[in-house]
């Protein structure tokens, strides 16, 4: 249903990392710098965590890392904390000028 | 701080329209792209196009061109999403989002609190 694949879920426990993969294709990922993540609570609108592949808007933690290898991205949350559980997205731009998003990945911290 | 407040939740019966109004504050509001992005019932996101307050013009994928209109008001600093024909299936939250940068591919780095579009007979 989504052109861009997530995992339905992941978990860590505090204090460990986890890395949530976002994988596309040569039109998109794989094609464009133009990658971002969001991280959203429930009931709230989503967060821009990510943007430009690995670039993080101020006030976002360090702890947020992010990459991307041919049509894949990757995020990485590191030093986990209770507050981190929430769904994350990826998008990418495509050449057909639109934006397209992930599934989304529930992140729980054990 | 940048901002963007929309309109209240809509009830529409299925082939009515409905008319989401956004209004930003915080920042120049010429200087950024407007995005649309809907979230069905807590699930995925999807992206229903641009707004150029700029240019007043906009940009939608082919799965809402006949069905979707976008406008700005520069003199409120207000964007709008009309939406015909609703159908079960189009009942969502949506929200406006700002683009970072000043056109169409930085991401989206401030949105609007949502609007929940309910369709029901």
């Known amino acids: 249903q989504f052109v861009l694949t997530q995992p339905a879920s992941v978990s860590g426990s505090p204090g460990q990392s986890v890395t949530i993969s976002c994988s596309g294709s040569g039109r998109d990922i794989g094609g464009y710098d133009y990658v971002s993540w969001y991280q959203q609570y429930p009931g709230k609108a989503p967060q821009l965590l990510i943007y430009?592949?690995?670039r993080r808007p101020s006030g976002v933690s360090d702890r947020f890392s992010a990459s991307k290898s041919g049509d894949e991205a990757f995020l990485t949350i590191s030093g986990l904390q209770t507050e981190d559980e929430s769904v994350f997205f990826c998008a990418s731009y495509t050449p057909f000028s639109t934006w397209i998003f992930g599934g989304g990945t529930t992140l729980t911290v054990l | 701080q940048v901002q963007l407040v929309q309109s209240g939740a809509e009830l529409r019966k299925p082939g009515a329209s409905v008319k989401i109004s956004c209004k930003a504050s915080?920042?120049?509001?010429?200087?950024?792209?407007i995005h649309w992005i809907r979230q069905v019932s807590g699930q995925g996101l999807e992206w229903l196009g641009w707004v150029s307050p700029k240019r007043g013009d906009s940009f939608k994928p082919q799965k809402f061109r006949d069905r979707v209109s976008m406008t700005s008001d520069t003199s409120t600093s207000t964007v709008y999403m009309a939406f015909s024909s609703l159908q079960y299936d189009d009942a969502a939250v949506y929200y406006c989002?700002?683009?970072?940068?000043?056109?169409?591919?930085?991401?989206?780095?401030?949105w609007g609190q949502g609007t929940l579009v309910a369709v029901s007979s």
């Open positions: 915080g920042y120049p509001f010429i200087d950024n792209y």
């Open positions: 989002a700002r683009d970072l940068s000043s056109w169409d591919r930085g991401g989206f780095d401030a």
């Open positions: 430009s592949v690995k």
